[in-house]
């Protein structure tokens, strides 16, 4: 139980030191200058499929931009809600918005990626935002990410919006993502190497030099991806292009779902593209089950007479400390802080049910569509 123990803490130990390393690299991106940017438009590109319930404010803040010239273009995805008269309402008010519909869904197209595409080839900005219909962005987020692309050589920059939980479900699952991204991502060698596999983004918010996004093939190069996220920022590093990342939660907010079975399917149809891979997921659950899991177990046996107390103890408190320094800097819910065991060890259960549950046909299914899984 001692050695087992010991295990513990240097896994805790690893997320602990990257997440130190990457709190500290990921900076928010400074303020752009006041006034319109000399250097050109951001076109706000927001696919959109049956999002009226969401849209509303996103709309708003999109058009509330400030420090920079925008363009906002909604792109309906056969939508079967008022999602199209939501959009022509606000049109009417603000020049800058207009609203296109995407053409039927070619073949081997998943449907963001597709409308995405369709996006890109309507906008006339040097820059393109991608946000989600749920991300409301603040009035200089456009302004500036645009500037911290020109400031470090970036072709694209992303972050992570402030992602706002309502209910259990969601606090016990949405946290993963930072999680994932500052405990186990190396933000620093991330930024000298140009290695595909180091590339990451979140899907929710990215901006790209719209040269080399159609440098390296937009979206076209990923089109059957359901990961954006993870696949396009190396479908640009494998061109040769940088990525880079800053810290998002002061640029938007977003709520992804609205209770666990959302969330659940949400992560899950994703999941062949991320961690849930016969190679990887081994190995992610050594590190996540060994360094956040096993520490409160280990504690509970030492308790009751096994093992070294101070070892689970530390690895345990370990743990707990890197999540809270993870929390507090991306402004999520403090609740979640003390509910992290159980996170991992649900977002690990998510992974292995997605790897080994039998799959009809090899489909995944999400916003009314199917596809081949990955």
Sequence with gaps: MTLLALAALLLALLPAALALANLVALRPPRRAPAGPDPDGTVSILIPARNEAANLGPTLAAACASTGVAVEVIVADDHSTDATPALVAEHAARDPRLRLIAVPPLPPGWTGKNHACHVLAEAAAGRYLLFVDADVRLEAGAAAALAAAARARGAALVSGVPRQVTGSLGERLTVPMINLLLLGYLPVPLMRRLRDPALGAACGQLVLVEAGAYRAAGGHGAIRASLHDGVQLPRAFRRAGLATDLVAGAGLATCRMYTAF?????????????????????????????????????LVLAALAGAGSLPLASGSLALSLATRAAITLATREDPRTILLHPVTVALALALQWNALLRPRRAGVATWKGRTYPAA
């Design 261 to 297: 079975g959302q969330a659940w399917a949400g992560f899950s149809k994703n999941a062949h593209e991320g961690l849930a891979t016969p190679r990887a997921l081994p190995v992610w659950t050594l590190l996540l089950g060994g360094g956040h899991v096993l520490p409160p177990l």
